[in-house]
């Protein structure tokens, strides 16, 4: 029990730092990644030229839908994750890349603050189908093209210490 809480930190910690490794590099993202400080500009440059010049899009949808009525159903679907628990997020899109990963962080933390074994075992199955249909092939997808696309070390080795992550994940899950 003791190990399982000391995994289930380790990954609420991890969900956390990709998400505001995702986030525009300003403020808070410097209070989370201080020794990235100095770099602040080149930094700025290339998330704009990543995800606005490049148009590498943050929204999982964009790389999940086969068409406009396949993502309008995602995105509702997702909505409703987050209704459910009660949810409301900060982001323009629920399919935000950082909103997705803040929602299992959020996940781990309700299961481990659970009052009941019930309770912690339905955070755990929404994790399970959370990360299954949405989280993990919209981030490799985003991860996937952030790697192809970009010169940059930070976004370069945070891309695929997600994409290990998530196949980490994947197998934790599947328990």
């Known amino acids: 029990m003791v190990a399982e809480l000391e995994l289930n930190k380790e990954r609420l910690s991890k969900y956390k730092s990709l998400a ?38 943050l929204y999982g949808t964009e790389y999940i839908s086969q068409h406009e009525f396949q993502r309008s159903n995602y995105l509702a679907d997702i909505s409703g994750f987050y209704k459910a628990f009660g949810v409301e997020i900060k982001s323009d899109r629920p399919d935000s890349l950082e909103a997705v990963l803040e929602f299992m962080h959020y996940l781990i933390y309700k299961e481990i603050n659970a009052p009941s074994a019930e309770k912690a075992e339905i955070c755990l199955d929404a994790q399970k189908k959370f990360l299954n249909e949405y989280v993990s092939p919209m981030a490799r997808a985003i991860a996937q093209k952030v790697i192809d696309q970009t010169q940059s070390s930070f976004y370069k080795t945070i891309s695929l210490e997600m994409q290990e992550f998530l196949a980490e994940e994947e197998k934790i899950l599947k328990k």
């Open 20 to 57: 505001v490794a995702f986030s525009y590099p300003q403020g808070g993202f410097f209070d989370f990644f201080p020794e990235l400080s100095g770099e602040r500009e080149g930094l700025v440059r290339e998330y704009d030229r990543l995800f606005r010049v490049k148009e590498i899009w």
